[in-house]
């Protein structure tokens, strides 16, 4: 199982960026991750398989969406009205097998499969 993400850079305060990661092949709940330095990775946001139920922390809910092409196995995370505290290591991950379609776990613990991760860095 593969899943490379991509989109990361260096933004401006308020400034938009758009994450991509590529799963080939699954059909799962997938979700985004970070971490920043010295802190723990934590969840930002899930879709689930069918991608009908969303989830997002409550950190950049309002400011982030995630969506999901299966056409072209690919999630998207929109983050829009970046701050310098969004600063960190982005991760997507797929969930395990789960044949509830809208199942959207937030756990750490749920996600077996991860990617290589994307920098996101926010200037003030």
């Known amino acids: 199982v593969q899943l490379q993400a991509s989109g990361g850079g260096l933004v401006q305060a308020g400034d938009s960026l758009r994450l991509s990661c590529t799963a080939f092949?699954?059909?799962?709940?997938m979700g985004w991750f970070r971490q920043a330095p010295g802190k723990e990775r934590e969840f930002v946001a899930v879709i689930s398989r069918g991608g009908g139920v969303t989830s997002y922390s409550d950190s950049v809910k309002g400011r982030f969406t995630i969506s999901r092409d299966n056409a072209k196995s690919t999630v998207y995370l929109e983050m829009h009205n970046l701050k310098p505290e969004d600063t960190a290591v982005y991760y997507c991950a797929a969930a395990s097998p789960n044949p509830r379609t809208f199942w959207a776990p937030v756990e750490k613990a749920s996600y077996p499969y991860w990617g290589q991760g994307t920098q996101v860095t926010v200037s003030s």
């Open positions: 092949g699954l059909n799962r709940a």
